[in-house]
C-alpha cells in the first residue's frame, strides 16, 4: 500500500525541533493516521502503546527519572488511558532539556483535556484531519488555494497558477476524478484501495465506533438515541446556517442540548461550525453559524446516501477543504461567513491582516455573470480591502473578468497540488 506523506509532516518536525515542541500533542479524530504520520515523521523513537492495561500497569510504575534514562524520547499512543503519564512526562520535561515526546490519542477530547490541566504552556498542539485532495493525488506540495492566500498579491498568483489550457491537462484530469471520489466517500485513510461496497461498510463501522467509544468518552450519555437523531440532523443541515431551535425540534432535546451535542460533534473532528463575520467582532460571537462537516464520506455515511451530490454538500466540501488545507499549513487567517439582513451572501470569508479572499461555490457546469453577483461591491461591507473575489465550480473554462478583482476557477484546479 502507498504511504501518503501528510502535507503537516513537516511542519512537526519542525515544531518538535524547537523547545517549545519538545513536547508535542497530536490530535483528531479516530483512524485519521495519527500513528501512521508520527511514525513516519520520527522512526528513530519507540512506540509506547498505552492501549493495554497490561502494558499500561508496567509504565505506571516508572517514575520520572527511569523514563529518562530509558526513553529520552518516545511516541505515547493513548496516552490518555493513563492520567498520571502525562504528570510524569511534565515532570521528565522540566528536569531534562534533551527529552522529546509525542503524545497521540484516539479519544483527542480527553487527552486535550489532560494537556490543559497539566501541560498548559509546555505543549504544542497540532491537530489532523483526513486526506486532502492533494494528499489524495499523493502529492507533497501546496495546493493552488494555499499559494494564493499566502501570496502577497493573491490575484496575481491566482492568475499566474491558472492557464486557460489548465483543463485539457491530464494532472487536471486526475485532480478532478479524486475530487469525484472525495466528494462520495471523503477522505478517510483506510478507504482509498476499497471497493466502494467496503468503503460503505467501513463508514457504517466507524460510526459505530465513534458512538461507543469517542462520545462515550466524551459525553458520557446515558441514551445514545437523541443524540443519533441530533447528528442525523446536523448531516441534513450541512452547508446551512445552524438554528438550534430546529435542530432541537427535530431530535427531541432542549435546545440547549441541541447546542451542546453540536460542540461534542465540534470537539471531535466531525463538524466546523463556521462563524459570521460583522464588522463589529463582538457581534461575530453572538450571530448565528454555518455548519460543514469535515468529511463528506462519514456524513453521507450517517445519511446512508450513496446518490448524487447536491449544492449544499458541493458547499460543505469545498469549505471543509479549504479548513483543512489552511490549518495544516499554519495559515495565520480565519474564516467566517458572510449574511445580510437583505440575504446577500458568501459562502467564505478569508481574512488577513490585510484583508479579505471571498470564495463563492457554485454547482453549476456553465458559470454566469449572475454568478457573481454577490461577490461585486462586497468591499463597501468589510473594513478592509477585498484583494480577491472568486467564484469556484464545476465549470472548467476560463472566464475572463473586467470587474477589478473577480475570478472563476473549476474547484479541483485551485484545491490540488500547485507544482
Not at 504528570?87 to 522540566?94: G, P, V, W
Not at 499566502?150 to 496575481?156: E, G, H, I, V, Y
Not at 438554528?243 to 432535546?253: G, P, Y
Request: glycine share 4%; proline share 4%; charged share 25%.
Amino acid at each position: 500500500m502507498l504511504q501518503i506523506i501528510r502535507q503537516i509532516q513537516q511542519d512537526i518536525q519542525d515544531v518538535h525541533r524547537r523547545e517549545r515542541g519538545r513536547l508535542l500533542v497530536l490530535t483528531g479524530a479516530r483512524q485519521v493516521g495519527k500513528s501512521t504520520l508520527a511514525n513516519m515523521a520520527f522512526p528513530e523513537y519507540p512506540v509506547i502503546n498505552l492501549d493495554s492495561p497490561v502494558e499500561r500497569a508496567a509504565y505506571e510504575q516508572l517514575g520520572p527519572e527511569e523514563w529518562i534514562a530509558r526513553y529520552p524520547r518516545a511516541i505515547v499512543d493513548e496516552a490518555q488511558k493513563l492520567p498520571t503519564v502525562i504528570e510524569t512526562l511534565k515532570a521528565c520535561y522540566d528536569r531534562d532539556a534533551e527529552v522529546h515526546y509525542i503524545l497521540l490519542g484516539s479519544s483527542q477530547i480527553l487527552l486535550l483535556e489532560k494537556v490543559r490541566e497539566s501541560l498548559a504552556g509546555r505543549a504544542a498542539l497540532r491537530a489532523l484531519f483526513p486526506f486532502t485532495l492533494p494528499e489524495l493525488l499523493a502529492t507533497t506540495g501546496t495546493s493552488r488555494l494555499v499559494e494564493v492566500l499566502a501570496a502577497d498579491d493573491p490575484l496575481r498568483a491566482l492568475d499566474q497558477l491558472c492557464s486557460a489550457t489548465y483543463h485539457i491537462t491530464a494532472a487536471y484530469a486526475q485532480a478532478k476524478m479524486r475530487w469525484e471520489y472525495f466528494l462520495h466517500w471523503g477522505g478517510m485513510p483506510r478507504l482509498r484501495e476499497w471497493d466502494d461496497e467496503d468503503r460503505f461498510a467501513w463508514l457504517q463501522d466507524y460510526q459505530a465506533m465513534y458512538l461507543q467509544r469517542d462520545l462515550g468518552d466524551l459525553a458520557q450519555l446515558r441514551r445514545l438515541e437523541p443524540f443519533v437523531r441530533a447528528q442525523q440532523a446536523a448531516a441534513l443541515r450541512s452547508g446551512q446556517v445552524i438554528n438550534f431551535s430546529d435542530l432541537a425540534r427535530l431530535s427531541d432535546v432542549s435546545p440547549a442540548t441541541a447546542r451542546q451535542f453540536m460542540r461534542y460533534l465540534e470537539l471531535s473532528y466531525q463538524i466546523i461550525l463556521l462563524p459570521a463575520w460583522y464588522r463589529n467582532a463582538e457581534k461575530r460571537l453572538s450571530k448565528q453559524s454555518k455548519l460543514h462537516f469535515v468529511d463528506p464520506g462519514i456524513r453521507r455515511s450517517i445519511l446512508r446516501k450513496r446518490g448524487e451530490v447536491d449544492g449544499a454538500e458541493l458547499e460543505s466540501a469545498v469549505v471543509a477543504e479549504i479548513y483543512k488545507q489552511c490549518r495544516n499549513a499554519q495559515l495565520p487567517v480565519e474564516l467566517y461567513h458572510l449574511r445580510t439582513a437583505d440575504r446577500r451572501e458568501v459562502d467564505l470569508l478569508i481574512e488577513r491582516e490585510d484583508g479579505f479572499i471571498a470564495v463563492e461555490v457554485k454547482q453549476t457546469a456553465r458559470v454566469s455573470a449572475a454568478d457573481f453577483r454577490h461577490l461585486r461591491g462586497l468591499e463597501d461591507l468589510l473594513d478592509k480591502p477585498l484583494l480577491l473575489g472568486l467564484v469556484a465550480s464545476n465549470d472548467v473554462s476560463s472566464i475572463p473578468s473586467t470587474d477589478g478583482r473577480l475570478r472563476h476557477v473549476a474547484i479541483p484546479h485551485l484545491l490540488s497540488g500547485a507544482g
